[in-house]
């Protein structure tokens, strides 16, 4: 199995390794892990082969490239002994196809005089092909690790181009550029990597409870999966004529990707109550931005109401269902509860989750019995963070049509705040709990 | 609402999902439009194990639309046989088959080379293209009416329904 240098983007870095997880499961490749650090882009792996390298890296969001290996050191001395060694048995392969050097560094750089005197001090391989900067047969890379403020890379290799990520997608998803968004749409980088992690792929079928404006179904589709999106908030979901989701799917061409949106609530679903979803993507509403909201009167007097001249209210035209306050801790365990009664045996979920930075995570993250923690990625703002937390269906233990939701006591109370500790915390600054006193 | 999304749908209410009679809801006073989508074989061949095919009939009858076969097509009935040129109606449905196809998907990723079958043709254009623009889903059970307004159903509940 030969060994692949693949050069990462220096951001997101705890969702780099899930999302080259996650491609080589959905595309069944041995991927196997032999230098990895949060803190360097370059990576290398072990993969069985080339097109294999190719497969996995294509729909990657988070990786600039993949190189074949041809040799590595802490020195140029070493990398050239290095790159005779793997090597010279194949340069007579390479003896009259076109090529290009070019030289990358990371936390340092160089002239361009040195990047012509590093080029040529790999003369030895003696290729005597034309040399094209544009559309060449091959293209080597050298890639040049610093340290901070040291004047001498620490690590070097040379790679040989195999493929390049998806990262230029992102600029295409640009929220900027998006036709129709709202204050809490997901990051174009972040919704494709989500779709990633989730294993979106053509032919299967995904769902967003919470699509707002539908940036994770465009992801999705992006990817070729079959999206269905739904909202409790009609007015995201209608929307304008010429502003809508609809129109997100218009401008990027993936209208034959959308099934439908609708309008419902997650805890009053009209989804039929079986294993059909391949995956569920979503960002629930943290309460602080929007509303965490389901049906039901906010007085728990579940009451027809009637109007004066005698016809209920509900059949009125323009009738708005009524809305209550509800507990984030609850919400997080009905979408786990959902997706464990809806997900097919494997089937991803992967939700994103707020929480206060100093907050003891491990007791956190929810939990259920069908469901298996994945991978837990986190974004950090200054004084909260929010994880991007992905569970598979264990398969086997089919459901049936109402599987009892396990019953779990949270907090009692009516307003906003006394229902979502994360909102408390977020509109008390995130004091730190002994200055509180 | 595309058919094959209301092949998907129940009742909201959370007393009536046991209830047999809450499923399919009733499409009523229903206006239909042909929007025309790409043809996705690969994706009808991972939907068909999860359709629910006489839920199907019941739609295309309560929507005046052509009568279906009675028996849900296999996933070869999808496909041109190369050796006999033209698509085949194969009704012996095999209990095992569903599970098989769904791996072999996971598997395959996008690969298919085969060539539709008119059957696939016509449930594509039955299933993704046939969209419900105006109208009303009833509940066969508690008899609630969901509204549909320019393809977009409400499935929100007044509150004594919750």
Redesign the interface.
Known sequence: MPDYLIRLAQAHETFRKPELESLAE???IRLEFLEYSPDSPHCLVRLESLKDAEKLITRSILTDSICELWGQGSDYASLHADVKERTTHRWPDFLHASFRFSVFGYQGKRDTKSHSSIIDSFSYMGFLGPIRMKNADHEFIVFEEYGIREPEPKRIFLGRLVARGSRPVVSKYDLKKRSYISTTSMDAELALITANIAKA?????FYDPFMGTGGFPIACAHF?A?C?G?D?D?RT??ATPDRNPLTNFKQYGL??YC???????LT???????R?LDGIVCDPPYGVREGLKV???RTG?????IFEDGT???LAPG?I??KRPYSFDAMLDDILHFAACML?DNGRLSMWMPTATDEDIALSIPQNEHLELLSSCIQTFNKWSRRLLTYRRLPGSVTG??MPRPDKEYVNGSTADDLNNFRKMYFEGFRDKSSKG | MKILTLTFLTCARKSCKPEPTSYPLHPTSAELEIIPVDFNPLFLRALLPRLDWPTLRILCEAFGLPGLQEEAPEEDALFLQPEEGGAMEDVEVQGEKGKEVVEDVEKKGEEETREASQLAKDLHHLLLETTMQEGKLVCGCCGHEYAVKEGIANFLLPAHLV
Do not use: T
């Open positions: 959905l595309l069944d792929s053509a032919g299967k079928l070729g079959m269905i739904s409790i009609g979901v209608r209208m034959s099934l439908d949106n609708f309008v419902s609530d009053n679903s009209p989804l039929k109550c079986e059909w049906l039901g009167s007097l579940h009451k027809l109401v209920p209210a509900h009738f269902a009524p097919v049509p109402v």
